[in-house]
């Protein structure tokens, strides 16, 4: 083994056995880790740079795109050092072998929400009922577009049509390709927003109004994994390693997700 492959061994597995806090993570493995999220996850990742980068003396590059966009792009071969996607859309890159095997691991369970305008008041969306009731009226909303690749959108759009709605609300939503719905309340193209409620989170000027009903609610697990053609997947390894750590369990909490 080089010098280098083996330096970075040497880091990684005293990450393994050491207490976070008492690690310099990768004092030998400089550089840059790229990361490539789902959406719902970049708030996480964001929220943990500061303590990562300072205990592993890396720097993170962070890039999102929809869950379907990430799954194209590892599909294509694009270089990164860790993807965060929806567990299943891992297993399917593991099975094309864009994913090295055994690496995925569950990091957060995210649900869809709800906002409205700062100030506005709150909807009443406490049961399945109360929902359909709040979209029939609502006289806009964002959602992500369905053909984007978006989980919750596409969860949306199938939920619209097993209640009905479907026809009824096409007239009043915004369709948003990609990023953050919650930004077109703030700017005042829509009235209401929906999407993962850590996302949902990420956006000023408008108020969490709460998750969907438990009957209607649709829960995302996302997972880590190291793709097949990462440059530097021990890098990538030791921050997947520090995502489940309780600095990535309290951006968690932060955001609104919770332990998968």
Same mark, same amino acid.
């Given at each position: ?32 880790v ?29 890039s ?9 792009r590892?599909?294509?071969?694009e ?46 969306? $406490? ?16 959602m992500i ?8 959108g596409?969860?949306?759009a ?21 990023g ?17 409620? $850590? ?39 030791a ?6 750590s309780d ?14």
């Open positions: 083994m080089s010098t280098a492959p083996r330096r970075a061994a040497f880091a990684l597995l005293a990450f393994l056995a050491t207490p976070l806090s008492a690690v310099p993570l990768a004092t030998a493995i400089a550089g840059e790229v990361v490539l999220t789902a959406g719902a996850y970049k708030p996480i990742l964001l929220d943990v740079t500061g303590e990562y980068e300072t205990a592993s003396r890396e720097t993170l590059g962070i999102n795109d929809t869950a379907g966009g990430v799954s194209a590892i599909g294509r071969g270089e990164v050092d860790l993807v965060v996607l929806p567990m299943a859309g891992l297993a399917a890159l593991e099975a094309q072998g864009k994913i090295a095997p055994g690496t995925a691991v569950p990091l957060a369970k995210s649900g869809i929400g709800v906002v409205v305008k700062e100030g506005a008041p709150k909807p009443d969306i $406490s049961t399945a009922d109360a929902f359909k009731k709040v979209m029939l009226a609502t006289p806009s909303f964002a577009d369905p053909a984007a690749g978006g989980s919750s596409i969860y949306l199938k939920l619209f049509e097993t209640m009905g709605i479907a026809e009824q609300l096409k007239r009043k939503t915004v369709l948003v390709p990609g953050l719905t919650a930004s077109r309340v703030d700017n005042g193209e829509a009235a209401m927003a929906l999407q993962q409620i $850590s996302e949902l989170r990420a956006v000023r000027g408008v108020q969490f109004v709460g998750p969907l009903p438990a009957e209607i609610q649709n829960y995302t697990i996302y997972g880590g994994a190291i793709p097949a053609k990462a440059r530097r997947p021990e890098a990538g390894k921050l997947l390693l520090f995502l489940q600095a990535g369990q309290r951006a968690l909490a932060a955001r609104g997700l919770e332990k998968p």
